[in-house]
């Protein structure tokens, strides 16, 4: 069952994901090549696909509670009071998709230890 809260920041990760750039091309991410693929957690995994080279990658992405997400600017005012002060911490995002790199995207053994 997924919650309300989930659904919120899910949409709010795919919002930030789109202010992140193709590493191959510089292409900004469209919420449409951005696949939530689940979470543990405050940890997000995604994989996102540029629609310009169609390179794909995996990203992480860390959801924190007490911070004004300053990286979102597009979500209207009852959006944010719908999510709380939940934040995804770019850098984290991005030290997690350096990480990732040498991830071999077995995911199911990695959700699977709950
Ligand atoms: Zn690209």
Redesign the pocket.
């Known amino acids: 069952m997924v919650s309300k809260a989930e659904l919120m920041e899910e949409r709010l990760i795919r919002k930030l994901m789109t202010s992140m750039k ?1 590493e ?2 510089g ?1 900004n991410y469209e919420v449409y090549n951005i696949d939530v693929l689940g979470h543990r957690e405050d940890l997000w995994f995604l994989r996102v696909h ?1 629609s ?2 169609h ?1 794909q990658c995996l990203v992480a992405a860390v959801v924190k509670e007490g911070r004004m997400p300053e990286a979102v600017t597009d979500l209207t005012e009852t959006e944010l009071d719908e999510f709380g002060d939940g934040v995804i911490e770019i850098d984290d995002v991005l030290n997690m998709h350096h990480f990732l790199k040498g991830f071999d995207g077995d995911f199911s053994r990695l959700f699977g230890q709950e």
């Open positions: 193709c191959s091309c292409q540029c310009a080279c390179t």
